[in-house]
Structures are given as structure tokens and as C-alpha cells.
């Protein structure tokens, strides 16, 4: 590889490669989402956040990730 | 196919690599064999993405050129192998098992990839997976550019998933072993269904450089092989260091049996309520035998439970956020509608919009929850409960449709150990056990970081007084 390129990176160029590909198949193959699977998702999302914000977090906690500089 | 003997399909890495050194057959028509196998039957389970015969044969006679000048690099030489299909192979096609990416290439390997064949192991192909590492959720097996995957002990029921392929593969004899990876459940759950021995290594411990991201802080690699010992094998193969995964541990693994943890040296915790209530009752009697077959080598079983969090609104948000950032480009693209699942594509569109402060509020219970399972390791050595609480479903049912006991037991027992292993970055092995009706089900053996020595030795004693990790599906 001639490059470091990071996975991220990788996708996003890779599926921005697709697009004018995908453009052209989207009309044929893709198919409209049904408002009820996308309501359901967003239900489900709304659910876990709800729990999230009844459960208590010590003011000190942080993230579970860190920066390195 | 070549002519070898179907138990060479079904032979552990130690037993493959004694007969190749003994040059009972050569690398080649090993290799070949199994390309054979895979390519005839791969399709059967919807297992195969892509066969790399080529390659594999290619491989295979540099193999035997060492071999023949006695230049020996470990058990994995010349002992094929798949991988699935979200790890990058130069050159070659890399799906992700989803429609959008069909026609992806990359121009380098995948670190595993890279670290196998410095070992020697021929790679033979790439195998089905469930789109996208099923990070959206999904509804069906058939979530796959390849199809559902068909378990072998009935291809009414499904392989489990994301690793679908890889399950399925090596339990029908079509490759010795196969990497995986795991998220939420993506090793365990084929394993356990389709009755392979499945590892989910330390988060960090193996890198993730070439593989798909689904979530960042949560995507692990591990092998899927017939025994605990070929897993151990596996490990030491692909794990170590690496500067080009941010989330590699930068710490190396070597398979140290003569140094692990006798059994009558461990604790294991366990919580009744898992198989008395959990589990589904045609699975009961495995789980139970298996516990007792594990007191028959001498670990002191304690009764312990998960600490109370909210494990599966944590995972999901953490993995709903991370995984929608990650195809962000696919789903502003529109690209996202491809996708074989509705419930994914649903899902991975609502994932884009949860907020900052829900991710945050999650990674910070996170936190709490990587100290409660560190307090919790210091009362057990090891976890043990069901990988999964029953049998393989049906390929046309939704595939959470599996025994869910109503109403649910007040006591959560390791009930949400799944999630909880894997927010906490801990190994898990899983064993098959044994049978409900006539599909494998499994048990996990859970420890602290880096603790898989301990957990394949006790695996290996477990599979030292059991069988049913060499049994084979029928046909």
C-alpha cells in the first residue's frame, strides 16, 4: 500500500467511488423504506435513550474512550 | 475431489499439521481437497463469498517446498482456512456480505490475513456474512448479499450470525477453521448453533487493520475452529500489536497451556436462573450436564450475577452510533436502501440521528461497567452461562424469535452477559455442550482481560471429558 489510509477513510472514499454507480442501479433496485420500519427504528433508539437518561452517573465519570495527544 | 479420508475433514489443526509433517498427504492435495469441499458444498449453507483456489494451491506448494526442507513455522502450516468476509484481501473482492459493496477491492491484507500466512496456513476463501456485520439490527437471515446462512444440522435453521460462514464452514468439515469476528454476539452465535468452538478474544488483543468497522470501540477478530486447543493455536497466530489499529492493546498472546490455571485452582461463577428460567427448556439438560461435567474437574462453582445496568440500551446505542457514523457516506448517499434488511437499513438511518450527549451518557455507564465486571473478577476467576439460551431458529422466523420466558425472571442473572462481556472489551470462549432435540447448543466460559490461556485450558479440560465438539452434523 503506498499510503496509510485509515479504515474510515477508506469507506468513506470507497463508497463515494460507488455512488455515480449506485446512482445509475438505485432507480431499478432500490425500494422506498416503510415509514413503519423507520418509525420503529427511531422508537427503539428513543427507548434505550430513555433508559440511558434515568440511570444515574456519578458527575466525575468520563468516556469509556481517551485522547492521546 | 481428491481422495482423502472424511475424517481428514473433520481433524483438528494438531492432528492436520502431525499428518503434513509425516507427509501423509501434501499441502497441496490438502489444500486442494478442501478448496474441492468448499466450492461443492460451500453453497449448500450459503457459506462461500468467494473461493480463492488459486491462491490457496499457490500457497500450498511454497508450503511444502518448507515442509520438505524441514523449515517448520508452527501448527498452522499448511492447515487451510476461510475467512470471513469483512477482512480485506488485496486484489480480490471484499463484500461485507452487502449489496452496495459488491464490487469493493482493496490493495492490501488485512493484518490476520497477513500474520496467517507468515504462519504458513493456506487461505482457501472467503465466507458469508450477514451485510454490514448486521451493526443496523436486522430482522431475517436472509440480512446477506449471499442468502441466509443454512445451519448444517438442519438447513431449515440458520447458521446465527454476522459470521454466518464461518460458522457453517467449519462445522460441516468445509475448512479446519475460520476467522470471525464479533461485535455483539457474532462469533458466539454461529459457533453455538452450528456446533464449532468459537473465541472472542480481549478487545484489542488482535488487530482489526483491514477488517470492516462496524463499531470502533467493540469489533473484535477471533478464530472459529473445532477444539479450545485449535483456538489457542489460532491466537497465537493472530494476535499482537499493532500500530495501524488504534485500538490495538499492543500486547502479544502465546498459547501456554503448561502455564495455565488448573480447574481445581478456579472459581467459576454461575447463575441458576440462567438455565432453570433463561434457557429454553429442550436445552436445559445440556446446560445442566454441562455444569456438572465442569464440577467433575474440580472448579469451585460460585453462584454470582451480573451488577445492575442498563447492558443492552448501552450496546445498542454505542453500536447504533458508532456504525451509523461509520457508513454515514452509504446512507446520505441513499445507497443505505440496497441493503437486503429492512429493519437495517431502518436502523442505520435512525442511528445517524441519535445525539451527542446519549452516546456520551452510554460510553460514561460504560465506564461503570468496565470497573463493576473488574470488581466482579476479583469474586470469580471465570463466568459460565449458555452462549446462547437455545437452539438455532428457523430461517423463515425473525431471528430473535427464538424461547423467550414469559413472563421475563425478575433475577437477570448473566442473562445480558453478552452485552456486558462486550462493552467490557472481556474473552469468551464457547464450548458446544450438547443438544436440544437435534441442533448444538453451547456454554461460555467469560474472563477478566487477557485471560484466555485460562479460559482455552479449561475449555480443552472440558473437551477432554466430552465429545461434543467432534461430532458431526449428518451428511
Given at each position: 500500500?503506498?499510503?496509510?489510509v485509515?479504515r ?8 463515494g467511488s ?10 431499478q433496485?432500490s425500494r422506498?423504506?416503510?415509514?413503519e ?14 433508559v ?6 456519578p ?11 | 475431489?481428491?481422495e ?6 473433520f481433524?483438528?489443526?494438531t492432528?492436520?499439521?502431525?499428518k ?9 492435495e490438502l ?8 466450492e461443492k458444498?460451500g453453497?449448500?449453507?450459503n457459506a462461500?463469498?468467494?473461493s480463492?483456489r488459486?491462491?490457496?494451491?499457490r500457497?500450498?506448494k ?7 526442507r ?10 487451510p482456512?476461510?475467512?470471513k468476509?469483512l477482512l480485506?484481501?488485496?486484489g ?7 449489496k452496495?459493496y ?5 490493495d ?8 496467517l ?5 493456506v487461505?482457501t476463501?472467503?465466507l458469508a ?12 437471515a ?6 441466509p446462512?443454512l445451519n ?6 440458520w ?6 460462514g ?6 460441516a468439515?468445509?475448512?479446519?477453521f475460520?476467522?470471525?469476528?464479533e461485535t455483539?454476539?457474532s ?14 478474544p ?5 488487530s482489526?487493520?483491514?477488517?470492516m468497522?462496524?463499531?470502533w470501540?467493540?469489533d473484535?477478530?477471533?478464530?472459529m475452529c473445532l477444539?479450545?486447543e485449535?483456538?489457542g ?6 494476535a499482537?500489536?499493532?500500530?495501524n489499529?488504534?485500538g490495538?492493546?499492543?500486547?502479544s498472546?502465546?498459547?501456554a497451556?503448561?502455564?495455565?490455571r488448573?480447574?481445581?485452582?478456579l472459581?467459576?461463577g ?20 454441562a455444569?456438572?461435567?465442569?464440577r467433575g474437574?474440580?472448579?469451585?462453582m460460585?453462584e ?11 450496546a445498542?446505542t454505542?453500536i ?25 437499513i431502518?436502523g ?9 450527549k446519549?452516546?456520551l451518557?452510554?460510553?460514561r ?12 473478577f ?22 430473535d424469535s427464538?424461547?423467550?420466558p ?7 442473572g448473566?442473562?445480558?452477559l ?9 474473552p469468551?470462549?464457547?464450548?458446544p455442550?450438547?443438544?436440544?432435540g437435534?441442533?448444538?447448543?453451547a456454554i461460555q466460559l467469560?474472563g477478566?482481560?487477557y485471560y ?6 479449561l475449555?480443552?479440560?472440558f ?11 449428518p451428511?
Amino acid at each position: 500500500m503506498s499510503q496509510r489510509v485509515t479504515r474510515r477513510r477508506l469507506g468513506t472514499a470507497i463508497a463515494g467511488s460507488l455512488a455515480p454507480l449506485a446512482f445509475g442501479v438505485r432507480a431499478q433496485e432500490s425500494r422506498s423504506l416503510p415509514q413503519e420500519a423507520l418509525a420503529a427504528a427511531k422508537a427503539e433508539v428513543r427507548k434505550d435513550a430513555e433508559v440511558l437518561d434515568k440511570f444515574p452517573v456519578p458527575m466525575a465519570t468520563e468516556p469509556a474512550f481517551r485522547f492521546e495527544a | 475431489m481428491a481422495e482423502l479420508s472424511n475424517d481428514v475433514f473433520f481433524a483438528t489443526i494438531t492432528e492436520l499439521n502431525a499428518k503434513l509433517k509425516a507427509r501423509e498427504f501434501s499441502a497441496v492435495e490438502l489444500a486442494r481437497a478442501f478448496c474441492d469441499r468448499l466450492e461443492k458444498l460451500g453453497p449448500r449453507y450459503n457459506a462461500l463469498a468467494l473461493s480463492l483456489r488459486e491462491r490457496a494451491v499457490r500457497k500450498a506448494k511454497d508450503v511444502d517446498g518448507d515442509i520438505k526442507r524441514e523449515r517448520f513455522r508452527g501448527p498452522l502450516q499448511g492447515v487451510p482456512y476461510a475467512a470471513k468476509d469483512l477482512l480485506c484481501l488485496s486484489g480480490t473482492p471484499t463484500t461485507w456480505g452487502a449489496k452496495p459493496y459488491a464490487g469493493q477491492v482493496f490493495d492490501y491484507d488485512a493484518t490476520v490475513l497477513r500474520k496467517l500466512d507468515k504462519a504458513g496456513a493456506v487461505l482457501t476463501g472467503k465466507l458469508a456474512m450477514v451485510e454490514l456485520a448486521g451493526g443496523g439490527g436486522y430482522r431475517y437471515a436472509a440480512a446477506s448479499l449471499t442468502g441466509p446462512g443454512l445451519n448444517p444440522w438442519d438447513r431449515s435453521c440458520w447458521a446465527g450470525g454476522s459470521s454466518s460462514g464461518s460458522g457453517s464452514a467449519v462445522a460441516a468439515g468445509l475448512v479446519p477453521f475460520a476467522l470471525g469476528s464479533e461485535t455483539w454476539g457474532s462469533i458466539l452465535t454461529p459457533g453455538a448453533y452450528c456446533g464449532v468452538t468459537g473465541l472472542r478474544p480481549t478487545y484489542g488483543l488482535v488487530s482489526r487493520y483491514g477488517a470492516m468497522a462496524l463499531s470502533w470501540t467493540m469489533d473484535k477478530i477471533g478464530p472459529m475452529c473445532l477444539s479450545a486447543e485449535d483456538c489457542g493455536h489460532v491466537l497465537r497466530a493472530i494476535a499482537g500489536g499493532d500500530s495501524n489499529d488504534p485500538g490495538s492493546a499492543g500486547k502479544s498472546f502465546y498459547y501456554a497451556p503448561q502455564f495455565a490455571r488448573k480447574p481445581a485452582e478456579l472459581k467459576v461463577g454461575f447463575a441458576p436462573v440462567d438455565i432453570e428460567e433463561w434457557a429454553d427448556p429442550a436445552a436445559r439438560p445440556a446446560f445442566r450436564a454441562a455444569l456438572e461435567a465442569l464440577r467433575g474437574l474440580g472448579v469451585r462453582m460460585v453462584e454470582a450475577r451480573l451488577p445492575d445496568f442498563p447492558y443492552n440500551a448501552v450496546a445498542g446505542t454505542v453500536i447504533s452510533v458508532e456504525g451509523s457514523a461509520v457508513f454515514e457516506p452509504l446512507i446520505r448517499s441513499g445507497q443505505v436502501d440496497q441493503l437486503a434488511d429492512l429493519k437495517q437499513i431502518a436502523g442505520l438511518k435512525a442511528g445517524l440521528d441519535i445525539p451527542a450527549k446519549d452516546y456520551l451518557k452510554a460510553m460514561r455507564i460504560r465506564s461503570l461497567i468496565r470497573a463493576a465486571m473488574r470488581r466482579l473478577f476479583t469474586q470469580v476467576d471465570v463466568i459460565i452461562s449458555p452462549s446462547t439460551f437455545g437452539p438455532a431458529t428457523k430461517i423463515s422466523v425473525p431471528v430473535d424469535s427464538g424461547f423467550t420466558p414469559k413472563p421475563e425472571p425478575k433475577d437477570r442473572g448473566f442473562s445480558d452477559l453478552g452485552a456486558a462481556g462486550n462493552l467490557a472489551g472481556l474473552p469468551a470462549l464457547s464450548l458446544p455442550c450438547g443438544f436440544a432435540g437435534s441442533l448444538p447448543v453451547a456454554i461460555q466460559l467469560v474472563g477478566r482481560p487477557y485471560y484466555e490461556n485460562h479460559l482455552i485450558a479449561l475449555g480443552k479440560a472440558f473437551q477432554d471429558q466430552t465429545d461434543w465438539h467432534r461430532r458431526r452434523p449428518p451428511g
